[in-house]
């Protein structure tokens, strides 16, 4: 039985059925079915380590003593070429070693990297990105030998605050056409908020997947814009993969372009950029890298932070953001706007002081 077989198969559980005092039973011709994918773990962990006792994979997977035998059985009655050794006092299982493949050794450190990378896209949650990725980690964790296995309460120990994620219900197929199309170099045909409010296909030649604070957006050149444009996923209402409708991958496309001197993702005019933060807030300042471009000075009047942006829409909000702990001093465009945006929010709770 080959391995892809063998890991979505039902395996069959011997299991007395027909007497009534269950404390009595005893093997029979009867099965019961054992979960496919805990079976495969079961064969993958015996097949890349030294072995197990029936403890250690209770212990594992945890389950009782007699749940694991019910395993083992379940294996052997597949057909898999299972063999019992003595090492030491210990009655030990593992693959005929015709079958056993390389463990992989990690360091704690190792480890703990790996599940953190985990974590961290867990706002992929309904793309299908992190299912899979959690199926990869699964098959990971059975082929690591025992003694760098120490997960224990690694969820608790390893958190990942996500800071409002986007909503990615129901997009396993725009991601599934979107990714296929990507690798085939095929054309898009889509509709999406930005262009003429969903009222609109256009083509689109998809050259990136980019991954931005805890979204996705697709790059490409866009035929209705006659450029490359960036749109975000949840924008898209419909995607369809244009089946060998292959374009030319442009050899002198770099990634880096997308966001080349902006302040974020979405970019705009080249503007240069001086705020002035106050002393209590500058300690947090200096502790970031907020563009590759700046430029941070301590003064007698706090922290002055300078900027050669390309773009300025991002960076609005994320001057508001810091409230009276910064002030715009050039350019005054800028500070002008600032200044008119936080006068329309006075007014706004001005406005509900007098009419509550």
Not at 56 to 72: H, K, P, W
Not at 83 to 98: I, N, S
Request: net charge positive; aromatic share 10%.
């Amino acid at each position: 039985m080959d391995e892809a077989t063998s890991g979505v198969l039902h395996y069959v559980l011997f299991r007395q059925t027909a007497c009534l005092d269950r404390n009595d039973m005893a093997e029979s011709d009867h099965y019961r079915y054992a979960p496919a994918s805990r079976l495969h773990e079961i064969k993958t962990l015996l097949a890349s380590s030294g072995g197990m006792t029936i403890y250690e994979i209770a212990e594992r997977f945890g389950v009782s003593v007699r749940t694991a035998i019910r395993y083992l059985r379940a294996l052997a009655n597949a057909g898999e070429p299972l063999e019992e050794t003595l090492d030491g006092k210990r009655k030990v299982w593992r693959m005929h070693p015709a079958a056993r493949r390389e463990t992989i050794a990690l360091s704690t450190t190792q480890m703990v990297s790996l599940f953190l990378s985990r974590r961290v896209f867990d706002f992929l949650a309904g793309t299908g990105f992190k299912e899979d990725l959690d199926d990869v980690f699964r098959k990971l964790e059975i082929t690591l030998r025992k003694r760098d296995y120490d997960t224990r309460n690694l969820d608790r120990k390893i958190f990942d605050v996500n800071e409002a994620p986007h909503i990615y219900a129901d997009r396993l197929e725009h991601v599934d056409d979107i990714v296929t199309a990507l690798l085939r170099e095929e054309r898009l045909r889509v509709v999406h908020g930005s262009v003429a409010q969903y009222q609109k296909q256009f083509v689109l030649e998809p050259y990136t997947l980019v991954v931005y604070k805890k979204g996705l957006y697709l790059a490409g050149y866009s035929h209705h814009h006659k450029s490359v444009r960036t749109f975000s996923l949840d924008g898209f209402r419909e995607i369809e993969r244009l089946k060998k409708d292959h374009f030319e991958y442009p050899k002198d496309f770099q990634p880096s372009q997308l966001v080349e001197g902006s302040f974020g993702l979405f970019g705009g005019p080249r503007t240069h950029v001086r705020l002035l933060f106050e002393a209590k807030v500058g300690r947090f300042v200096r502790r970031r890298l907020w563009h590759p471009t700046q430029k941070i000075t301590k003064t007698d009047r706090g922290v002055e932070l300078t900027m050669e942006v390309a773009g300025t829409t991002e960076l609005k909000t994320w001057i508001l953001g810091w409230g009276d702990q910064v002030e715009v001093l050039e350019p005054e465009s800028l500070r002008e706007e600032i200044a008119a945006e936080v006068g329309r929010i006075a007014c706004r709770y001005e406005q509900l002081r007098r009419n509550p």
